[in-house]
């Protein structure tokens, strides 16, 4: 009887021990897979109509105000152009940058339409005079 207890005892572990590599194993699968997807990085430059430094640091505060707190956003930064960096390769035409990088082009889609992303835009516009966006994809 003592050898019946003790094989069911070690068939009770050995399925314990079976699930928990299964479930362990498509975990590191989805984050293997998660690891594959590119991030996709959204570099926005805002050239104001009236660029100075008061009309700059509005559109930078509206940018942390409204933009910085999305779902998916792996990293946030928004500022002014560098004033003391003139150098030929420098491109100095706008106020204002704005750099999010997102985990995935569906978090970025998401942020696209998102009410505060729209409020920003409304509130804005009319500021601006020209504004560039650079979309890439990076590996994570």
């Known amino acids: 009887m003592m050898t019946s207890q003790i094989s069911v005892a070690a068939g009770l572990i050995l399925a314990v021990v079976l699930g928990l590599t299964i479930n362990l194993s498509q975990g590191t699968s989805s984050m293997a897979d998660e690891a594959k997807q590119p991030l996709l990085v959204h570099n926005v430059y805002f050239t104001l109509k009236d660029g100075t430094p008061e009309n700059t640091q509005k559109l930078v505060d509206a940018c942390f105000k409204y933009l910085k707190d999305h779902p998916g956003v792996v990293f ?17 035409d706008f106020h204002v940058g704005l750099h999010v990088i997102f985990k995935s082009k569906a978090d970025h889609d998401t942020y696209q339409t998102a009410a505060a992303h729209l409020k920003f835009i409304e509130e804005n516009k009319p500021s601006w005079d020209k504004v560039k966006v650079f979309d890439t994809y990076s590996k994570p």
Do not use: Y
Not at 76 to 92: I, K, M, S, T, Y
């Open 76 to 92: 946030f930064a928004a500022g002014p152009l560098v004033q003391e960096l003139d150098r030929p390769v420098n491109v100095r």
